[in-house]
C-alpha cells in the first residue's frame, strides 16, 4: 500500500456502497469534492482496490456522499486506537491538538506512545473524541505498551 491515509479502511465497503448506490468512480469522486475531498474517478478506484488509502477528509467526505457513518468506512475489526478513535471523532491530528492546545508532534508522539498525556487533559480529549474517559485511558495504555486494544468499552 503506498499512502499513509485512514488506516483500517474497507475497500470493500466502499465499492459495495458505491456500486449498492449505482455510483459509478467518477461520480462518487465527483460528489465528494462538493463535501471538501480532493478526488478523482481514479482514486476511488485506487482505495476500492485497497492499493491506496484516503485521507481523512476524503473518508468523512465519501461517508457524507453514501449517508453512512464513518464507523462503516473503518469498520469495528480494525484496531481501537487513539489514531482510530481520534478518525471516528472526525478529527485531524492537527485539529485535535488545536483544541487541546497542545503543538501537532507532540499529539503524534501520544498516539504512537511515544509522550503521555497530561492528567488534566484527559476529559477535555475524551469529549473531543466523544468517548468515555476509562476508554481514553485504555488507548493510551495501549499506545505505551506498544499494543492495540480491540475492545471498545
Known sequence: MGS???????AAALRQLRTGARLSQDELATRARGHGAKVAGPHICLY?????????T????????????????IPDSAPVDLARLRMLAGLSQ??????????????????RGKSSLDDSMLSPAARL???PVGQLRRALDGARSGFTPTSRG
Open 48 to 56: 476500492e482496490q485497497d492499493k491506496r488509502k484516503p485521507q481523512l
Open 94 to 111: 492537527r485539529e485535535l491538538a488545536r483544541r487541546l492546545g497542545v503543538a501537532q508532534a507532540r499529539w503524534s508522539r501520544i498516539e
Open 58 to 73: 476524503t473518508v468523512l467526505a465519501l461517508a457524507a456522499v453514501l449517508c453512512v457513518p464513518l464507523s462503516t468506512l
Open 4 to 10: 499513509r491515509g485512514v488506516a483500517g479502511f474497507s
Open 129 to 131: 473524541l466523544k468517548i
